[in-house]
């Protein structure tokens, strides 16, 4: 009896020592995590949408006689004009040759009437004021001088005709190809033009922002195939109807794109800033943790972890602003969180 008593207390004495052993190996582990110092820093509140975006103004130009063709060169690189060339306003294009036609319109003629009736207008005038000729002699001449000025700027007018000249700065987007000197017929697409400078974006806005969105706020437009950019913009215009089937009302965007990084037709994602703060503490959402008692984040003090009850505020869909909780200069845990408790032991490795 005394020997299994001396076992059994053997026994136990053995298990509480390893339990505390073990105690003592748990309560000395440091848990790595990274942290960072807690700054004042600015946040934004967004709206998402999408829409294609159009250019500020394109133009197709066609012939308006039947000619021979001939494209002309890019002032700029010193050859013919090419898809994705950069025109002004005024840049020839083509010119189209028709000396039949040219000679209809006997332009040097009528400017030479127009220079002679303006002459004899001016000879009329002078001795109208010396009382040499009639009134009825002074409103012949201005007539006969009015009508050779309208028939001289109608033959510049059909000489234009054989010129094709951009009216807008912008890009070629289009030109389609036909050899030099080849014949091309009335109506025919010698190129298209768009300025996109700036753009413009459609948008469907839910019916629960309407109050929210107001003309002149800015945004900020993306595009998959430019990760790394963000165009500005501003609300032009908005609805003041609510669509009953979709629940929202359009609004309309002009997009600054001096770069042209963004290109008529691309998708774009446009958030629309409806509300920001400077100098407030904003953090990374995804370092908060939903608890029963509310939401947490772990902060480091001398080398204890503690787990803080926080009050948000603005957020986005990355960050988020903390109103209450924390204060600045504090050490937030960023990575190794998962595996916290409060005043757990950590070892900071950044």
Not at 159 to 185: A, N
């Amino acid at each position: 009896m005394k020997k299994g008593f001396f076992i059994l207390t053997l026994f136990l004495t053995v298990l509480y020592s390893c339990k505390n052993r073990d105690q003592n190996l748990n309560a000395d582990v440091e848990i790595p995590v990274s942290v960072e110092d807690l700054k004042l820093r600015h946040i934004g509140e967004y709206i998402s949408t999408t829409g294609t975006v159009y250019p500020k103004g394109d133009i197709e130009l066609r012939t308006k006689i039947t000619a021979t063709y001939f494209l002309e060169k890019n002032p700029e690189t010193g050859r013919n004009w090419q898809l994705g060339d950069r025109v002004r306003a005024g840049s020839l294009i083509a010119r189209l040759e028709d000396k039949e036609y040219v000679n209809s319109i006997q332009l040097e003629t009528n400017e030479l009437n127009m220079e002679l009736m303006e002459s004899e207008l001016k000879k009329q005038e002078s001795l109208y004021e010396k009382g040499g000729v009639t009134l009825k002699e002074l409103k012949t001449a201005s007539i006969n001088y009015s009508n050779a000025k309208t028939t001289a700027e109608n033959s510049r007018l059909q000489l234009e005709k054989t010129r094709i000249t951009s009216p807008i700065d912008g890009v070629i987007v289009d030109l389609p190809y036909f050899t030099q000197g080849s014949q091309v017929e009335t109506g025919s697409t010698i190129v298209k033009i768009m300025d996109y400078n700036i753009m413009y974006l459609d948008v469907q806005l839910p019916e629960k922002y309407i109050s929210e969105i107001k003309p002149g706020q800015k945004v900020s437009l993306t595009n998959y195939t430019i990760p790394d950019d963000t165009i500005t913009g501003s609300i032009t215009q908005l609805s003041p109807a609510i669509d009953p089937d979709t629940r929202t009302f359009k609004g309309n965007i002009s997009v600054s794109n001096a770069g042209l990084l963004l290109r008529p037709g691309m998708f774009v994602k446009a958030d629309i800033l409806i509300n920001q703060k400077d100098s407030v503490i904003v953090i990374p959402k995804n370092l908060i943790l939903s608890r029963q008692r509310g939401k947490t984040v772990f902060v480091v003090d001398r080398g204890i972890a503690n787990e803080r009850i926080i009050e948000t505020g603005l957020e986005n869909l990355t960050d988020i602003e903390v109103t209450r909780g924390i204060s600045v200069n504090e050490k937030l845990v960023t990575s190794g969180f998962e595996t916290l408790s409060n005043k757990s032991k950590v070892k900071i490795i950044r």
